[in-house]
């Protein structure tokens, strides 16, 4: 099983930089588990990626969602950050609902549909990012970070769906909400051929604010939050900082936060955790 652990571990070191930095300031027994919960939301973000095509993305979700119901054991076994997960749920008292959830929000990152609202791109946020911060603090035995959780997901969805928008583009993805591209006069097959308007930098920027708005919310939170639950929230530090980079650069220019700059953000933020918010 140890080296179950140790197979998420590398996989969040690669695959998700943030959380893995994050989890560094989490005490050492628990950092396995929090690696497992990790490895588990890469496993589901990257299934249209390893997958190509709708159906096996689908199958790939349902064997997931299987897992979970403690079916399929002996695959299970097999999958190393499978049998991690179980593990981690068995010991953690993990939610399999909220795991269910974060399941079926990803069933939308199969298919060419677009996002049709601002609700329900907050929903799918709460149903993947803020579900991590709250499984996340329920593994460092902190659920006073729930209430924070949610903002604070739905903040940095938000973020880093739009530092994403022109990769998403190219492969026929729209996460921007339809009533708010309709709002601003943005037609999508504009997007889809990589033309920028005023429109669409009008778009972003409400959405941006909308990001802004939840992360704030987040804030009062954490003043009453114990030092255990912070690793949890950690990646939520980089959130005002990318929504500043991508102010600057323009909806369709890519401006990702350089590596160094990420580590040092969260570095700061764990030990003065007002930075996660301000």
């Given at each position: 099983m140890q080296d179950a652990f140790a197979y998420c571990g590398e996989l969040v070191r690669t695959a998700d930089r943030d959380r893995f930095i994050?989890?560094?300031?989490?005490?050492?027994?628990?950092?396995?588990?929090?690696?497992?919960?990790?490895?588990?939301n890469?496993?589901?973000?990257?299934?249209?990626?390893?997958?190509?095509?709708?159906?096996?993305?689908?199958?790939?979700?349902?064997?997931?969602?299987d897992?979970?119901?403690?079916?399929?054991?002996?695959?299970?076994?097999?999958?190393?950050?499978?049998?991690?997960?179980?593990?981690?749920i068995e010991r953690?008292?993990?939610?399999?609902?909220?795991?269910?959830?974060?399941i079926e929000a990803r069933r939308f990152d199969l298919y060419q549909e677009p996002m049709a609202s601002i609700v329900d791109l907050e929903n799918y946020a709460r149903k993947t990012s803020s579900a991590i911060i709250a499984l996340g603090?329920?593994?460092?035995?902190?659920?006073?970070a729930i209430d924070a959780a949610e903002p604070a997901g739905i903040a940095y969805t938000i973020a880093r769906l739009l530092g994403a928008l022109s990769t998403h583009l190219a492969r026929g993805q729209l996460y921007l909400p339809v009533d708010l591209l309709e709002r601003h006069q943005v037609q999508q097959h504009d997007l889809f051929a990589g033309r920028s308007s005023a429109g669409l930098e009008g778009a972003v920027a409400e959405l941006r604010a909308i990001a802004r708005s939840h992360l704030a919310a987040a804030g009062?939170?954490?003043?009453?939050?114990?030092?255990?639950?912070?690793?949890?929230?950690?990646?939520?530090a980089?959130?005002?900082?990318?929504?500043?980079?991508?102010?600057?650069s323009g909806a369709l220019t890519p401006a990702e936060l350089p590596a160094w700059r990420r580590q040092l953000l969260i570095w700061?933020?764990?030990?003065?955790?007002?930075?996660?918010t301000s």
């Open positions: 994050a989890s560094l300031f989490a005490p050492a027994e628990q950092r396995g588990a929090l690696h497992a919960l990790y490895a588990f890469t496993e589901l973000a990257r299934v249209r990626d390893v997958a190509r095509e709708a159906l096996p993305g689908e199958i790939r979700l349902q064997w997931w969602a897992v979970i119901n403690s079916q399929r054991r002996d695959e299970a076994n097999a999958s190393p950050v499978a049998a991690a997960l179980l593990a981690t953690h008292g993990l939610s399999p609902a909220t795991l269910h959830e974060m603090a329920r593994i460092l035995a902190a659920t006073e009062p939170h954490l003043n009453a939050l114990p030092q255990a639950a912070i690793p949890a929230l950690l990646p939520a980089l959130v005002r900082p990318m929504l500043d980079r991508l102010e600057r700061r933020a764990a030990h003065n955790p007002t930075r996660i």
